[in-house]
């Protein structure tokens, strides 16, 4: 018990000698005058909004850049990703009414789960299937919702080689017609999807999938990681009417 007073005693002399140096000498009242703008510079930064031209860590929400400079929240961004083509019609003897159907839900769907929550950006990853659909629903409730925005994320240049003549066309189209374009590699490597699909989960909040439940295939895992990391997510394939 002894020590320890003596300790505290000790202690004490050492906080008012330092008390008395700051106030007393001009290194002390120089020290103590740089403590104040660190910390009103420190306030600054966690909380001014508007500066996130030359502030570069913020405690704003994850950000990311369109062309112009227009800074693109990730909290109002929905990321897209679905079956190819011959899997969605798997079960189907008439794929063009099964496919007109999947157009109309995902319109639906991106209208009421997406952009009257507030949603703006929507990211396709472009494959044949589910992407394109997708892709061209956003495009067709821009002209009633000017301000979303599409971005085409496409995995590796050359990503439509092998389409087909009429998918070519509707890939090309819809990148003439996108807000933004981002092509994560120059040509295929193994793995370049599942580095695609890692790109619109770290990028978006949202995940709107077409998922038939068989656990396989890269929407299967692209769903898992998102359920992993509690990300919101609406399922086309069983909200379909």
């Known amino acids: 018990m002894k020590t320890a007073f003596v300790y505290k005693r ?32 420190r306030l600054r930064v966690r909380t001014d909004n508007h500066s996130f031209n030359t502030l570069k860590f913020t405690d704003m929400e994850t950000r990311t850049w369109t062309e112009n400079g227009t800074p693109v929240s990730k909290e109002k961004t929905v990321a897209f990703s679905g079956h190819r083509t ?46 394109l659909i997708a892709a061209e629903e956003v495009l067709n409730l821009k002209k009633e919702y000017p301000h979303i925005r599409l971005k085409c ?3 590796f240049k050359g990503q439509a080689e092998r389409y087909t003549q009429a998918d070519k066309r509707r ?36 995940l709107m999938v077409y998922y038939d439940a068989v ?11 998102a359920v992993e990391q509690k990300k919101k997510f609406a399922n086309v394939c069983y909200n379909r009417r």
């Open 215 to 225: 656990a396989v295939g890269g929407t299967f895992y692209t769903l898992k990681r």
């Open 86 to 131: 011959n899997r969605i019609a798997k079960f189907t003897a008439d794929r063009e009414k099964l496919f007109r159907e999947v157009a109309f839900d995902t319109f639906v769907a991106i209208e009421s789960y997406c952009i009257k929550k507030g949603y703006d950006t929507f990211l396709s990853g472009m494959c044949e299937g589910f992407d």
């Open 171 to 206: 890939y090309d189209t819809i990148l003439a017609q996108a807000d933004e374009v981002v092509t994560l590699q120059d040509g295929y490597t193994e793995g370049c999807f599942l580095r695609r699909n890692d790109y619109l989960l770290e990028n978006s909040a949202f």
């Open 153 to 155: 994320v496409v995995p």
């Open 10 to 41: 000790i202690y004490r002399l050492i906080l008012w000698a330092s008390v008395v140096y700051f106030l007393t000498t001009t290194a002390g009242r120089f020290f103590a005058l740089s403590l104040v703008v660190a910390s009103v510079c």
